[in-house]
């Protein structure tokens, strides 16, 4: 069995506020067999509702140390604690729902406990509006982003030094990125960030930018016969207001891409449009574009051509993988770059041992 590490080390400071101080949690999985020179690197990037703890996620890292000699890797990043489930809400119209469903003694029990209100409601078949309480703070927030990127990106530099530092050679040459989601979609943004460091990307449903930088999250829970309508309202639709720089369109645009990318894209994703992604990522060098259409839903590897392709998530890796060529990546990783995404500039410093990020606008 694949032997399991975590480490906690101090994450790189907030290009938003400068604040520091904040903690970056790694875990990773070495194979079994031991790290040799044709090891390579694996991170592994969940989208909203997948994290570090999730099973599928600790297996992943697992199964693929041994089954494909990796060293595979995850971490926490900057606010993905907010874009899990909540257990705390506010809700409002508590009168008008009370008054057309409630009897008179039961709206008097909630006018002294208005907790009462949805255990109530929930013998009718109705759509109950609540929103999330996620306290965001400047400090940390679901950027949907930047900061997310550096997190990443500062989990694989932080595990190939340790790897050094314990004489473990393993192969630069094969690190590989496997995303769903807005995890795809971060694995774009950190390809583009440090164009030297995949191998090869996976896709699984990456959207062209983060849509709940312009709209809310929905999330939808049953509760006895009602259903309940959970909104998250994020703090970035505020922060955030270069939000054309964190385009895939706007991230690509005039760059030399090195890394193997496989796209695999659903014709029924109620999130992205497929066929202007497809033309997106036509125009990126060495990418592949799998559309997965209702002829595809075999079951088995894709349960759906929708969002996520309802895909197994360990098939899908063993597909993706069976597909790749492994070419090189021939990028030299520059000790200083500075980037411009629309309004934004981002410079990167890599004289220490993890790179330091800055953004100006």
């Not at 900061?147 to 190939?160: G, P, R, W």
């Not at 990456?206 to 930088?213: D, I, N």
């Not at 060495?286 to 998530?313: C, M, P, R, W």
Request: proline share 2%.
């Amino acid at each position: 069995m694949a032997e399991k590490d975590s480490i906690i080390i101090p994450a790189h400071y907030n290009i938003y506020n400068g604040s520091t101080g904040r903690n970056l949690r790694i875990d990773y999985s070495l194979p079994s067999q031991g790290v040799t020179a044709e090891t390579g690197l694996l991170l592994l990037v969940p989208g909203y509702g997948g994290n570090i703890d999730s099973n599928v996620y600790k297996k992943m890292r697992d199964v693929f140390a041994d089954q494909y000699n990796l060293v595979t890797v995850q971490c926490t990043y900057f606010g993905d604690s907010f874009m899990q489930n909540v257990e705390t809400f506010t809700f409002s119209n508590n009168d008008q729902f009370a008054q057309e469903y409630l009897t008179k003694d039961e709206q008097i029990k909630v006018q002294e406990n208005p907790a009462l209100l949805i255990k109530y409601l929930s013998n009718f078949s109705i759509k109950f509006p609540l929103t999330a309480t996620i306290n965001e703070t400047l400090d940390e927030f679901n950027d949907m982003g930047f900061m997310q990127a550096i997190d990443l990106i500062t989990s694989i530099d932080a595990v190939k030094i340790i790897l050094r530092e314990n004489h473990l050679p393993f192969d630069e040459q094969k690190v590989l990125g496997y995303g769903h989601s807005h995890g795809a979609y971060l694995l774009h943004l950190c390809n583009r960030l440090e164009p030297s460091l995949f191998t090869a990307i996976i896709d699984n449903s990456a959207w062209l930018e983060p849509v709940y930088l312009t709209s809310n999250r929905y999330l939808f829970k049953s509760y006895g016969k009602m259903i309940l309508q959970i909104k998250f309202d994020y703090l970035a639709k505020e922060i955030l207001l270069d939000k054309k720089a964190l385009n895939l369109n706007t991230i690509y645009k005039n760059f030399d891409n090195q890394a193997e990318i496989l796209v695999f894209q659903g014709t029924n994703d109620n999130q992205i449009d497929y066929k202007e992604k497809e033309i997106i990522t036509s125009k990126v060098n060495n990418t592949s574009f799998i559309l997965i259409d209702e002829k595809d839903v075999d079951n088995n590897i894709f349960y759906s051509n929708q969002h996520g392709l309802d895909a197994d998530f360990l098939k899908l890796f063993n597909l993706a993988y069976s597909k790749l060529e492994m070419k090189k990546n021939l990028t030299v990783r520059k000790k200083f770059d500075k980037l411009k995404f629309s309004n934004t500039t981002i410079t990167i410093d890599h004289s220490q041992a993890l790179p330091f990020f800055q953004l100006t606008l």
